[in-house]
Every structure is written in C-alpha cells, then in structure tokens.
C-alpha cells in the first residue's frame, strides 16, 4: 500500500508519506516533513518544514501546522486549528525592514498521543499538549495541557478530565474517575490523571 496524493496537493520531493496516508486537494505538504503510516491531511492542510508526525494523526480541512512541530501517534486536528511557530510576530525588523527566515527563531508545538485539538484552535508555542488531552473548539492554548486534561477557553483553562474514548469522566471520589462510555478508571493524585 502506498500514500495517495491527490492533483491539486502540493508534496516536496523531500517530504516523506508513510503507507495508507492520503493527502487531499489543495494540501501542502513542506520539505523534510515526515508523515506515518494511515494519516490522512485534509483540503487545504499545511504542515510545515520539518514537521514531525505519527501515525494515524487526521489533519482537518485547512488545519496549519507551522514548523517545528511534532504530533504523536493517533493525533487529531480539527478543522481551520492552528499551532503557532513565532513568539513574536512582525513581519519587519524595528528598522521596517522585511524580516527574512535568519530574523526569527521557530518554536514548536508538542502533541502527545490520542490527543485532539478541536475545530479553530489556535496552540501558542512552545507548548505540549499531554496523551489524550482534548483542547476544545475555538480554544486559544497558551500553556502546557497535561495528560487527559480537557481544556476551553480564551485563554485556554482546564475544567475536567477525558478518557481516551473522549468522553468527560465522572469523579468517583477520593480521586478516582470513571469513563461513562468504556467503564475505564482513572487515578488523580497531585493533579496527575492516570489509567488505573
């Protein structure tokens, strides 16, 4: 099985597709990036130089995913989502002139495994967003997310925990949470959520 890239899909040479990934119309996809086995990168998508991914990751129509960062296994961006690159931003230096690529230092957005950044969020490097954490839709994340952590907001504020199965879990009390869909049990000690 080989990755499929449709017409319109813009893929460097030096880019390199893991088998069953599919790119889709209007993607681009940047030089030395690297994809895994079974992604699928939606219309429009871009994935930056370098970029780093897992296997499994879906990339939603028009998601952008700005060098360097690097997405684990299972990772799901939702659509028109954004991981940032520059902390700061201007397109020229303080003499007005045009800031080239040497003008800048890129940082990077982290994404453990299972994670899901909803539909226009925008992650601010550097940042690492946790296994399993779930950033809601239209979040802004500007710190790091832990592990099974759901957060929303402007700025981003974490008000509960998910399960891998995404669902919200229910506290049991004396730190232990329950997942309403599979029944799976969690333990939090010290703000650590972990599988039981």
């Given at each position: ?14 880019a390199t ?17 690297s994809l895994g ?11 930056g ?5 897992g ?11 700005y060098?360097p960062a690097t997405l ?5 961006i939702g659509p ?8 700061y931003?201007?397109?020229v230096d ?8 040497s ?5 990077g957005?982290?994404?453990a495994?299972g994670?899901s950044i ?9 940042l690492k ?6 950033v ?15 957060v929303?907001?402007v ?10 199965a ?10 232990r949470w329950?997942?309403p869909a ?6 939090e000690?010290?703000g650590?959520?972990?599988e039981?």
């Amino acid at each position: 099985m080989n990755a499929v890239v449709k017409d319109s899909a813009q893929v460097a040479d030096s880019a390199t597709l893991g088998d069953g990934t599919t790119v889709w119309e209007l993607a681009q996809i940047r030089e030395n990036a690297s994809l895994g086995t079974g992604c699928i990168v939606g219309r429009g998508a871009y994935v930056g130089t370098g970029c780093q991914l897992g296997n499994n990751v879906k990339l939603q129509n028009h998601a952008l995913v700005y060098e360097p960062a690097t997405l684990g296994n299972g990772v799901f961006i939702g659509p028109a989502a954004v991981l940032t690159n520059d902390q700061y931003p201007r397109a020229v230096d303080p003499d007005g002139n045009l800031k080239r690529a040497s003008d800048w230092v890129a940082v990077g957005v982290e994404i453990a495994d299972g994670a899901s950044i909803g539909a226009r969020a925008v992650c601010v490097a550097p940042l690492k967003i946790g296994r399993w954490a779930m950033v809601a839709a239209g979040a802004v994340v500007a710190k790091d997310v832990p592990d099974f952590a759901l957060v929303l907001g402007v700025p981003a504020r974490q008000i509960g925990w998910v399960g891998k199965a995404g669902h919200r879990l229910t506290d049991e009390g004396d730190g232990r949470w329950t997942c309403p869909a599979t029944g799976a049990t969690y333990t939090e000690a010290d703000g650590v959520l972990t599988e039981a």
